[in-house]
């Protein structure tokens, strides 16, 4: 039982060491269209990403995952042609992306 504490810290370090640490950027964009709710503002986005989301699924070694990318110029292309503009006060519409 004295063992236990001694393995339980020898595996934090190991975990510690093996996770590297991507830096995450948070990008923000916000559109605003004139007489567009909120609603409305959720529906274009949501219909938005769906054009510009690109789907990879991935398969080794008996794991699997899903992994989704985005086309920002194709967002923001698909936006604009709803109608909606860039605008520092408008609906947001966020994404993170890793640093490599």
């Known amino acids: 039982m004295r063992s236990f ?5 020898f595996a934090a370090v190991i975990l510690c060491q ?3 640490a991507y830096p995450v950027y948070k990008i923000t964009f916000r559109f ?3 007489g567009a709710s909120a609603t409305a503002f959720v ?4 219909a938005c990403l769906d ?3 690109h ?3 991935y398969s080794w070694g008996g794991h699997s995952m ?3 990318g985005y ?6 292309r698909c936006m604009e042609s709803r109608g909606y503009r860039l605008d520092p006060n408008g609906y947001r519409a966020v994404f993170y992306t890793l640093a490599s």
């Open 5 to 9: 504490p001694i393995v339980l810290c």
């Open 18 to 20: 093996s996770a590297q």
């Open 32 to 34: 605003t269209k004139p």
């Open 43 to 46: 529906g274009d986005r949501s």
């Open 51 to 53: 054009t510009a989301g």
């Open 55 to 57: 789907r990879y699924f």
């Open 66 to 68: 899903l992994h989704v």
């Open 71 to 76: 086309d920002l110029h194709a967002f923001g």
